[in-house]
């Protein structure tokens, strides 16, 4: 027969064991949390640096799709780790209705050259001397790889408002699939006078 030395040992053990399990799932939690973030925020550096490119492309070339669409592809192929994972990304994107991402050409803003400020946005006014900027918005579908963050996106992309625009709901439509849309623009001086 046990004592009640033994029995309050035994009791304390099986305490510590739960208390350490619950530690050990807080920590996994947030390790996992902290890992999509860190690759969320390496996906939207690489997504920018693409657009870039590809607005100088564009500023060059007259925004010929023709010939800054090869360079955004170009520039999107360092997010993904290898082929088969760029196809799983356009195939989990697709299964939703969705592209894996989509380039917008936004209506043109121009600039005016002021001294020591260099080119400020303005709007058009008749008879001032502009240059016309090439403004892109390029979005982005991130795939978060824990399926429980998938889920707690497409609960909270559900229970959100019914939005305005196109693009509010392109927006919505990936965050209700579970996807991060990560959201990038870009302007650049067009160079209109040189040649294709």
């Known amino acids: 027969m046990q004592n009640n030395d033994q029995l309050s040992g035994t009791a304390q053990g099986g305490a510590t064991l739960i208390e350490t399990t619950l530690?050990?799932?807080?920590?996994?939690?947030?390790?996992?949390?902290?890992?999509?973030?860190?690759?969320?925020?390496?996906?939207?550096?690489?997504?920018?640096?693409?657009?870039?490119e590809t607005a100088?492309?564009?500023?060059v070339t007259r925004a010929n799709p023709e010939h800054w669409r090869p360079a955004l592809v170009r520039g999107l192929r360092p997010t993904y780790a290898n082929k088969a994972a760029q196809h799983q990304h356009a195939r989990l994107t697709q299964l939703h209705g969705l592209a894996p991402y989509s380039v917008e050409v936004l209506p043109h803003a121009r600039t005016r050259q002021t001294q020591g400020h260099g080119a400020l946005l303005t709007r058009?006014?008749?008879?001032?001397?502009?240059?016309?900027?090439?403004?892109?918005?390029?979005?982005?579908?991130?795939?978060?790889?824990?399926?429980w963050l998938r889920a707690?996106?497409?609960?909270?992309?559900?229970?959100?408002?019914?939005?305005?625009?196109?693009?509010?709901?392109?927006?919505?439509?990936?965050?209700?699939?579970?996807?991060?849309?990560?959201?990038?623009?870009?302007?650049?001086?067009?160079?209109?006078?040189?040649?294709?």
């Open 152 to 196: 707690a996106i497409k609960m909270m992309g559900e229970l959100s408002a019914t939005p305005q625009g196109v693009h509010m709901r392109l927006l919505k439509a990936a965050r209700a699939s579970g996807l991060i849309p990560i959201v990038v623009e870009y302007k650049v001086l067009m160079h209109s006078d040189l040649p294709d």
């Open 124 to 147: 058009p006014n008749p008879g001032q001397p502009t240059d016309a900027v090439l403004h892109l918005r390029l979005t982005y579908l991130y795939v978060p790889k824990q399926p």
């Open 56 to 59: 100088r492309v564009a500023a």
């Open 23 to 52: 530690g050990l799932l807080v920590v996994l939690f947030l390790s996992g949390l902290c890992l999509e973030m860190m690759q969320a925020h390496q996906t939207r550096h690489l997504v920018s640096l693409a657009l870039q």
